[in-house]
């Protein structure tokens, strides 16, 4: 075995050109050996084994400087960089992330898990290197449907008036995470049928040298056009064809299913556990629209499963025009919801949480400030939701609550989705988002509440003295606190679930203050300009007590949610201790 010597990539250098294969072919069993037992980005990492061999045996890094855009295809690239026991070893398999960091090794640039990031951030690093008089090479990687988003036509552009060493690989496996949309990728179709000599160059376009490589997974030619371009003195595209989840017929043939996922049996791709059983109910909510509302228009930035759309079901809504999908363009897909609010139809965007952020400026502007009634489900939200610090879920509340004419919903039940589903599509008098449960759990009573009476909270059981005011999924926990306060002392705590996150209900907050002085905030989020503080604020010049308890403002990754939330106070136990110290007098600060 090769794969053993390897700790670095002067190790690689060791090797003769007919050793290079048997090497990549090791490094591929070990990553569908380690993919098999933990689960993560299958598809993305096997289709570029090959390159990455060939990257590390011509550049030089770290003083060469390779940037991975998404960094999902970069456990290859860990492998070969000192980090081999983490994919070889099941007793090591945790100690590295998934994306690349430059904590864990020198041979990583940048912690980044969002799309069409790499050719913006290298072309700065190569003006650091011009400034400081440097010679090394400056390489992005992107690919993987990356190429659609906005920021990497920006930095294509710029690129194309530099005048200095920067190259841009394309890994084109002509893939997003679902399938490519956008005329963008007919042209890189076009030039891969024609072997990169279709006059419709995008890349010529933009002033920018091209070269195409057909078979990404030939060494040899690859490190013959990694040798013929190091050390150029312009930009340059490497335009190389590559096949995701190579290596593995099913991930080939099921590309999408296969671009992340759980432990699987190696010869035949069965989850370990079992396959997956999804709930269904923002899919047939957003099917029954579809149906009753012929304006209706549901559009994704290259996510269509997040809400279901699978197979021809999904192929036939886009026949029809009624379900779009802008490739990872988030951007793009907020401004397209103004446009056909404003148009006359019924727009809503499913998007998660976390690549939210992307669309930040065209919530505020493209949509809030013209007031259209666009809706945004918010998907995998708060600390159920995504769990890495590359897929930070943890302020959406920040993000949308304080957005202007924005109303943002927070359901803790799936009959309050489904309402605050109806009325969100129903109504034309300003935008709303909806912060879908991760767990979206019946409740067994039909909400019938009229969601048009803006800002009205919900009291769910009436007590006295102390309050818990629990947002959407805290619901549980709340009741839980409550049930186990009443046995212990035979009193009541008053329940609220606010619903709305954008507003207060000050009519029930001054409400409270006759027979309370103790009101607890929760929300699964992070606290600091969280939900909880508005109502702290609102009480700030009176002399009610309030405790708002959220998740600590740091970049948390790789949690368990339960764990996070009891280490800041959030559960029954912690609740329970919280309580009892404020009926006892003492310090709840």
């Not at 990539?9 to 069993?29: W, Y």
């Not at 569908?32 to 993560?40: D, N, R």
């Amino acid at each position: 075995m090769y794969l053993e010597t390897i700790n670095g990539p002067q190790d690689i250098k060791k090797l003769g050109n007919e050793q290079l294969p048997i090497l990549a072919g090791e490094v591929r069993t070990a990553l569908i050996e380690k993919l098999s037992q933990t689960g993560g980005h299958v598809g993305s990492n096997l289709g570029v084994v090959e390159l990455t061999v060939a990257l590390h045996r011509i550049f030089d890094s770290p003083r060469d400087k390779i940037i991975w855009d998404v960094s999902h295809q970069c456990y290859a690239h860990k492998i070969l960089t000192g980090r081999r026991q983490a994919f070889v070893d099941p007793d090591h398999f945790r100690d590295v992330t998934g994306f690349t960091n430059p904590h864990e090794s020198e041979h990583d640039w940048f912690t980044v898990g969002h799309t069409a990031t790499s050719i913006s951030m290298a072309m700065g690093m190569a003006a650091a290197r011009d400034t400081q008089g440097g010679k090394e090479n400056i390489i992005a990687v992107i690919g993987d449907g990356a190429l659609g988003g906005g920021e990497a036509y920006e930095g294509l552009n710029t690129a194309g008036e530099y005048d200095s060493n920067l190259i841009i690989i394309l890994n084109d496996n002509d893939q997003s995470v679902a399938e490519n949309h956008g005329g963008l990728y007919r042209i890189l179709r076009k030039l891969r049928e024609s072997g990169g000599n279709s006059e419709q160059n995008f890349f010529k376009g933009l002033d920018l040298d091209y070269r195409y490589l057909e078979n990404g997974h030939d060494i040899d030619a690859l490190t013959a056009l990694f040798t013929d371009v190091k050390d150029i003195d312009h930009p340059i595209v490497l335009h190389i064809h590559t096949t995701k989840g190579k290596g593995l017929a099913y991930a080939e043939e099921d590309k999408e299913n296969w671009h992340s996922g759980s432990p699987f049996r190696i010869e035949d791709g069965v989850p370990k556990n079992g396959y997956p059983v999804y709930d269904t109910t923002v899919y047939d909510s957003l099917v029954d629209l579809m149906k009753k509302d012929r304006r209706a228009i549901v559009l994704t930035a290259g996510t269509p499963r997040a809400m279901g759309f699978v197979g021809e079901d999904r192929a036939e809504w886009e026949r029809k025009g009624r379900f779009i999908d802008v490739g990872i363009a988030e951007e793009n897909a907020m401004a397209m919801a103004s446009g056909i609010a404003r148009g006359g139809g019924t727009a809503v965007f499913g998007v998660y949480a976390p690549f939210l952020q992307r669309a930040y400026d065209q919530v505020s502007h493209d949509l809030c400030l013209n007031n259209n009634h666009a809706t945004i489900l918010v998907l995998l939200p708060g600390a159920y939701g995504m769990k890495s610090n590359t897929h930070f879920g943890l302020c959406d509340i920040q993000m949308l609550a304080h957005v202007p004419n924005l109303v943002y919903l927070a359901p803790s039940s799936k009959e309050e989705y489904l309402q605050m589903f109806r009325y969100a599509t129903t109504q034309r008098r300003h935008p709303t988002a909806i912060r879908v449960p991760v767990r979206i759990i019946e409740d067994g009573a039909p909400d019938n509440t009229d969601y048009s009476r803006l800002d009205r909270f919900k009291v769910l059981s009436r007590g006295k003295g102390i309050a818990l005011i629990a947002v959407g999924a805290l619901i549980p926990i709340a009741k839980a606190t409550a049930q186990e306060y009443r046995k212990a002392t035979g009193r009541d705590i008053t329940l609220i679930n606010p619903c709305f996150l954008s507003g207060i209900d000050k009519e029930l907050l001054d409400e409270l203050k006759r027979d309370h002085s103790f009101v607890i905030t929760l929300e699964d989020g992070v606290l600091d300009g969280g939900f909880g503080e508005r109502i702290a604020s609102y009480y700030g010049p009176t002399k009610m007590r309030v405790k708002n308890l959220g998740i600590s403002k740091a970049f948390h990754s790789d949690f368990n949610a339960e764990r996070l939330l009891a280490e800041n106070g959030i559960s029954v136990e912690r609740l329970l201790e919280l309580i009892r110290c404020f009926d006892k007098g003492g310090d709840i600060a």
